[in-house]
């Protein structure tokens, strides 16, 4: 068995999906957009440098929208797939993905984006096992703001593919092959587990663990 795992954000699509549904609810006026704007982009750069409150960023991520409507939130779901996230989704990171599938490969996406965002975006890949953020709901199906289990974070990672593999009566060490695509120096515990760790355009402090530890560097996107 071969086992491909993929990181999204930056990864897969060229953006940050987290971060861009985050302004996407300025774009839709359910936000003061200024002070949004500004701890949106602060939680940002605390994620680029390793250092995200990841618990305190899926509460604010989540305050603008887990009080509305199903309707409401399923709409605003569609527009932003539709005008944020479509033109992301390139001819070259979906064929990546379905060359593994079409070699046989056991395939998922695994994020730190929630998986409230990230859903449809597995979707539009065809990759039907996603590794989210999941987000705790109270006894109504509400989301409460914070983290069910384990955050597929860091070393979180390694933990939520393990359960996800046990629930399949799997083990990681029964693949013979193990191949992980990341971007970025928060995904170093689960690029180093991998036996192909596969730095996808990485940026400069994961471009240079690449090149010391001879990693393969691939770049999707110009």
Not at 100 to 108: E, K, L, R, T
Not at 154 to 180: C, N, P, S, Y
Request: proline letters at 4%; a negative charge.
């Amino acid at each position: 068995m071969r086992l491909a795992l993929f990181d999204l954000d930056g990864t897969l699509i060229e953006g940050d999906s987290d971060h861009g549904f985050s302004e996407f609810l300025i774009a839709l006026g359910w936000v003061d957009g200024d002070e949004f704007h500004r701890r949106n982009n602060e939680f940002y750069k605390h994620y680029q440098a390793g250092c995200l409150d990841i618990h305190a960023y899926i509460d604010f991520a989540t305050a603008p929208w887990r009080e509305r409507a199903a309707d409401e939130q399923r709409l605003a779901m569609q527009r932003f797939m539709a005008e944020v996230m479509a033109p992301q989704i390139k001819p070259a990171a979906l064929d990546l993905v379905r060359a593994h599938q079409a070699a046989g490969d056991i395939v998922a996406i695994v994020t730190a984006t929630n998986e409230f965002i990230t859903r449809p975006i597995a979707d539009a890949f065809g990759v039907a096992d996603l590794i989210a953020v999941r987000l705790e709901r109270d006894a109504a199906g509400r989301v409460t703001g914070r983290i069910d289990g384990v955050p597929s974070f860091r070393e979180g990672k390694i933990a939520r593919v393990d359960q996800w593999l046990a629930a399949q009566g799997r083990r990681w060490e029964a693949f013979t092959h193990t191949v992980f695509y990341s971007d970025s120096t928060n995904d170093l515990p689960l690029l180093e587990r991998a036996s192909e760790p596969v730095a996808t355009n990485p940026g400069p402090a994961l471009a240079t663990i690449a090149a010391e530890r001879g990693w393969r560097i691939l770049k999707l996107f110009a």
